[in-house]
C-alpha cells in the first residue's frame, strides 16, 4: 500500500468513527424525546410525536452517512397500502424521510441494538417470516392501522435482494389490499454509491451471509450513496391476491428499469432531493 492509500485508508476509518459517533448521540437523543412523548401523550398528539422523531431520525440518519434520497412521483394520499422492493436495513429510512406511514418489517430488526428498541417506539408492525403462521395477525395488525387512518408500507418480496431484480411476491402479505378497495401503490428504490467506493449490490444491499456489525461498519466508510424512489402513478387493484401479487411485483420491475433508464436525469424529477450532510 502507497503512503497516498494509507493516509486515505486512515482518513476513511476516521470518517467512518465520526459518523458513527454522531449517529449514536442522535439515536439516543431521539430515544429520549421520543419515548418521554409517549408516556406523555395520547391519540393524536402521540401520533404526530412519533412521525415527526422518526422522519427526522430518518434524515438525519441517511445524512450522516452521506446520503442524498431522490423521489419521483407523488406520494399517495393516507391512508395508504404501499409494497416496495428491498434491499436493505436502509430502505426503511430512505421511505420514512419521504413517507408517513407505519413499516412491516422482519422480526429480526426488533431484535437489533438501539435500532430495534426505535423501531418499536415507532409502532413498527414485525412479521417472522420463516412462520406462515405470523401473516394472519400481522395482515389483521395492518388492516386495523388502515382503519384508524395510518398508512402501511411493507416489503412484500419477503427478503433483501443485491437490487438486480425483483424478487417473486408473497400473496399473502397483501390479503389485505385484497380483501378492501385500498389498492396497492407501489414504489421501487434503487442504490448508487460514489465512483470508486464498493458498488451498492455489495457495500448497501444486504442479504445472504451478511452479518449487520461488519456491513455496517463498511457502509460507515462510504463516501457517499444515492438513494432514488420510483412510486408509480395509480394503485393496483386486484380481488385476488395472487393476481395482485404478480401485477405489483410486474409494476415494481418496470418501476425499477426506469429508474436506472432514468439516472441522472433533471427533467425526469418530480419532487424534493435530501442534500447530504458532508463529513
Known amino acids: 500500500m502507497t503512503a497516498d ?15 458513527l459517533v454522531a449517529i449514536a448521540t442522535l439515536t439516543a437523543v431521539i430515544v429520549v424525546t421520543l419515548a418521554s412523548g ?13 412521525i415527526w422523531h422518526f422522519r427526522y431520525w430518518s434524515r438525519g440518519v441517511c445524512r450522516l452517512l452521506g446520503g442524498r434520497t431522490t423521489l419521483y412521483g407523488s406520494v399517495p394520499d393516507a391512508p395508504f397500502f404501499l409494497a416496495s422492493n428491498h434491499l436493505s436495513y436502509l430502505d426503511i429510512l430512505v421511505l420514512a424521510q419521504q413517507l408517513t406511514c407505519v413499516f ?34 400481522t395482515n389483521a395488525a395492518s388492516k386495523a392501522t388502515l382503519q384508524l387512518g395510518d398508512s402501511i408500507a411493507l416489503f412484500p418480496d419477503g427478503t433483501s435482494s443485491a437490487g438486480d431484480s425483483v424478487l417473486p411476491i408473497r400473496a399473502p402479505l397483501l390479503q389485505v389490499a385484497a380483501s378492501s378497495d385500498i389498492g396497492v401503490n407501489t414504489a421501487a428504490i434503487h442504490y448508487q454509491t460514489a465512483a470508486g467506493d464498493r458498488p451498492a449490490s ?37 380481488t385476488d391476491r395472487k393476481q395482485l401479487a404478480i401485477r405489483v411485483g410486474s409494476q415494481l420491475r418496470e418501476l425499477l428499469a426506469r429508474i436506472k433508464a432514468h439516472a441522472g436525469d433533471p427533467a425526469y424529477l418530480r419532487s424534493q432531493t435530501n442534500e ?4
Not at 110 to 115: E, G, L, T
Open 104 to 137: 412491516v418489517s422482519k422480526a429480526e430488526v426488533a431484535q437489533w441494538p438501539v435500532v430495534g428498541f426505535l423501531t418499536r417506539l415507532a409502532d413498527t408492525l414485525y412479521i417472522d417470516r420463516a412462520r406462515r403462521a405470523d401473516i394472519p395477525a
Open 276 to 279: 447530504p450532510l458532508s463529513l
Open 5 to 19: 492509500n494509507l493516509r486515505y485508508s486512515l482518513w476513511r476509518r476516521f470518517v467512518a468513527v465520526l459518523r
Open 202 to 238: 455489495h457495500a448497501i444491499a444486504y442479504y445472504g451471509d451478511h452479518v449487520f456489525g461488519p456491513h455496517l461498519w463498511q457502509l460507515l466508510h462510504l463516501r457517499g450513496f444515492t438513494a432514488t424512489i420510483k412510486i408509480a402513478d395509480t394503485p393496483l387493484h386486484d
Open 38 to 50: 409517549r408516556v406523555m401523550l395520547r391519540g393524536g398528539a402521540r401520533r404526530r410525536w412519533r
